[in-house]
């Protein structure tokens, strides 16, 4: 264990200079509070609902919030698992120092240990996050006290655990049996396999039934008790035990602990099949000399070649990090085509297309933090390359807004063009999807720019990281309340466009007030755009190289 | 036309509490090999930032071909070809695309990449491997690739950072033959820091030795062993005793 200690130091060095250094800077302070004002926002808003659907539900009511409960702790432990999954790659194999510390007297059990409690803090710090809030307020809401705030933030760091276990043992187990040319391959049957299981889960999570129908049959459909299966994943474990403390009648629900005795084991084993000079076999890592020369795969002949957004694809095409990054941005396009045709079906429904759009919005914007994020950080120590020649470092940062946000359109082109199909709705409420998703593309693009280039860290080039840490946590909560208002400034013009009045308002319909609005969240977009663009450049110049 | 290539005027770089370069004036002339010399931590890494436009000089003045860093970096930028002491390149690109993206950064055609990119690649050994990653590229590999985007422009001045940590014998031997060719034939100012002292009494036409970002001599190598009395003595033995004594 002592090895671990000693290999665990540099993480922890590493850290409190981050710390340090985050510390001294006023911006760290400002986003801080703005986070904390998002997730004080996000748990009185969840208290709300949940107190809402009490009231007007009763029981149905509590057992609808136990299920959106379950369902969304049980959503957060497969995306841990494939957080490890990506996280694990880059420290287990490819990380530059592997084959360094391979010539300490240094146990392969110790390196796996060191290796896995930094992935296992990397991938589950961002989840806790995100979890805390919603944690809180169902503690709360289930009447469990002090009590039940306790053992509800210590079972969430079980559910990190347990999560990062399965993904690490699948990982080492993968690189164990797959041949090197075939890992690509294996990591998107994994990945697919993964997002199937989150379409499932993101179906137990599905509320849009109750907001439209509002009739029984579904309500009853959606709060009915979750399947044995659901109730023995750690979130419908996690639900139970809470409940049990105010509830006698609801089983304890300490399965959760079993699961978390059940990632020892497992990690036990990974530590077993963990072979460091596996790097090797991804085609990264480790010695040059013992691998056989091959030729650079993939080429992008349609595009002007030599430019910064060609070196952009091609490093994004040929990096297997990147690659998963990518995978997990189609494992998106799949969740939202899925509850696009799901939501489709209510066609009936005036509110489906704002629904629609919606989505679409809040996958661009979250797929925006594996993809777009860190693309500035892409440089790496290669950088020089741009500092030294007279292509400005303006321009450098303008190419790379071009390719955020030429992703970013893409993206809201596929989903506009599915839109046309799945959810039926007219030419006007299709421009106005089209012009909301063009919003959120830039807004997203723009926020991917400044806290890529503000928490950049040329030293490290592990996407994973800059995903995890500041950098990831502020961009999702920035964008997703951008977002969040963007959609709220469309919704009055899609009633417009809809023809229907506003549930539950007394406002008249007019194009004109439409009108202003959409030039309302025009100008907010852009000004964000402008701000976001001025600080990552200002901030990069001040960069002490 | 500037008589001078490089000059530096009261050039200044301080980092809080540390001061890396205090008042360094230099001027080099076209066709000069200036071997720019110092104990680690002199300073030298810096100078060269500042030189290159990577770092802003804290005050004093950077002029490049009689053009101010400061005042037009894009031109003043185009005239210099740099050569970094790490081979930090893109990993995932060939040796010709990562010229492709050198060349286009630097405004040239994609007909003359290729062309000026192919021959500097077959100059430097590199055109069977030009379609290998980077990242596949032995240490001595990556100098020599530095070499040929560093040219690729074809820059009045050449800065050279350690130019012969990780090359082979017959590397450093292209390499210290290319310096003084480009200086002699091509009237090519070359700026180059180094530890290897017998190079730098090689192909040096006048050094400079830096400590705790001073200049503490500057002239060729002859006016420097006189000076000193060491006229008979090594480039080493001179920069130990300028050097000695100076904490």
Redesign the interface.
């Known amino acids: 264990m002592g090895n671990v200690f000693s290999l665990l130091m540099v993480d922890v060095l590493a850290l409190r200079t981050n710390v340090k250094q985050g510390l001294r800077r006023p911006s760290t302070y400002i986003f801080a509070l703005f986070t904390l004002l998002t997730a004080w926002l996000f748990y009185s808003g969840t208290v709300a609902f949940i107190h809402m659907l009490q009231d007007k539900l009763g029981e149905a009511g509590d057992m609808a919030t136990v299920t959106m409960f379950t369902g969304f702790l049980n959503a957060i432990f497969v995306m841990t698992i494939f957080s490890a999954l990506v996280n694990g790659i880059t420290a287990l194999y490819l990380e530059g120092d592997i084959g360094f510390l391979l010539a300490y007297p240094v146990s392969k059990g110790s390196l796996f240990t060191a290796r896995a409690l930094r992935v296992t803090t990397v991938s589950i710090w961002f989840s806790l996050m995100m979890t805390i809030p919603f944690m809180l307020a169902f503690s709360v809401a289930v009447g469990g006290g002090g009590a039940a705030v306790v053992s509800g933030l210590i079972s969430l760091l079980g559910l990190g655990l347990v999560a990062t276990a399965i993904g690490l043992v699948l990982l080492v187990t993968l690189i164990r049996i797959v041949p090197p040319h075939r890992l690509r391959l294996a990591v998107t049957a994994l990945v697919i396999v993964s997002t199937l299981v989150v379409l499932l889960l993101f179906r137990t999570f599905n509320v849009e039934d109750i907001i439209i129908k509002e009739d029984v049959s579904a309500l009853a459909g959606f709060a009915a008790p979750p399947s044995m299966v659901a109730g023995l994943l750690p979130g419908g474990l996690i639900a139970g035990m809470l409940q049990s403390l105010v509830l006698p009648a609801v089983s304890p629900g300490l399965g959760i602990w079993l699961w978390v005795l059940a990632a020892g084991v497992l990690l036990w084993i990974a530590a077993r099949l963990y072979r460091p000079q596996d790097g090797e076999a991804t085609g990264?890592g480790g010695s040059?000399?013992l691998?056989r020369?091959?030729?650079?795969e993939g080429s992008v002949p349609l595009l002007a070649?030599?430019?910064?957004p060609?070196?952009d694809v091609?490093?994004f095409i040929?990096?297997p990090q990147y690659n998963i990054q990518g995978l997990f941005l189609l494992s998106m396009i799949a969740i939202y085509l899925f509850s696009s045709y799901m939501l489709g079906k209510q066609a009936t429904s005036d509110v489906a297309p704002l629904l629609n759009a919606m989505l679409a919005g809040f996958v661009i914007s979250i797929s925006g933090v594996r993809v777009l994020l860190p693309l500035v950080n892409a440089e790496?120590?290669?950088l020089?390359?741009?500092?030294?020649?007279?292509?400005?470092l303006s321009k450098m940062l303008g190419a790379k807004f071009k390719v955020m946000l030429n992703l970013c359109l893409g993206l809201a082109a596929i989903f506009t063009v599915s839109t046309m199909f799945l959810v039926p709705q007219d030419w006007a409420t299709l421009a106005l999807t089209a012009g909301f998703l063009i919003l959120v593309s830039l807004v997203s693009s723009a926020g991917a720019l400044l806290f890529g280039s503000i928490y950049a860290d040329f030293t490290r080039l592990d996407p994973s990281l800059i995903v995890a840490g500041m950098a990831g946590i502020l961009y999702t909560v920035v964008t997703s309340i951008l977002t969040f208002v963007l959609a709220l400034l469309f919704a009055y013009p899609f009633f417009v466009s809809e023809g229907v009045a506003i549930p539950n308002v007394e406002l008249p319909l007019s194009w004109e007030a439409a009108g202003l609005l959409t030039s309302l969240a025009t100008l907010i977009t852009m000004v964000f755009v402008i701000i976001s663009a001025w600080w990552a450049v200002s901030h990069m110049r001040r960069r002490?190289? | 036309m500037a008589v001078h290539r490089i000059r530096t005027v009261d050039l200044c770089k301080r980092y809080k509490d540390i001061t890396a370069v205090t008042d360094l004036n230099l001027t080099i002339h076209p066709g000069e090999v200036f071997c720019f010399l110092g104990p680690n931590g002199a300073g030298k890494s810096t100078t060269i930032k500042m030189l290159t436009g990577i770092l802003r000089p804290t005050s004093g003045q950077v002029h490049i071909n009689g053009i101010d860093m400061l005042g037009n970096s894009k031109k003043a930028k185009a005239a210099i070809g740099y050569v970094p002491e790490e081979p930090f390149l893109y990993d995932k690109l060939t040796g010709m695309e990562m010229l492709q993206v050198h060349g286009k950064l630097y405004g040239l055609s994609p007909v003359y990449i290729r062309q000026q990119g192919g021959a500097l690649l077959d100059r430097f050994g590199l055109l069977g491997a030009h379609r290998r990653l980077v990242g596949e590229y032995s240490h001595g590999m990556k100098q020599r690739l530095m070499f040929s985007m560093a040219l690729l422009h074809d820059p009045d001045i050449l800065i050279v950072d350690e130019p012969l940590v990780g090359l082979d014998p017959a590397g450093a031997k292209l390499v210290k033959d290319l310096l003084a060719t480009l200086a002699r034939d091509e009237e090519k100012t070359i700026f180059m820091s180094t530890h290897t002292l017998s190079v730098a009494e090689e192909v040096g036409d006048t050094v400079g030795i830096i400590h705790n970002g001073r200049m503490i001599a500057c002239d060729t190598i002859d006016i420097l062993k006189r000076e000193y009395d060491l006229e008979h003595q090594t480039l080493e033995s001179l920069f130990l005793q300028i050097t000695a004594g100076r904490g």
């Open positions: 990264s040059k000399a691998r020369p091959r030729k650079a070649t030599g430019g910064i060609w070196k091609l490093t040929r990096t790496g120590r290669a020089w390359v741009i500092l030294a020649s007279p292509h400005p002490e190289w």
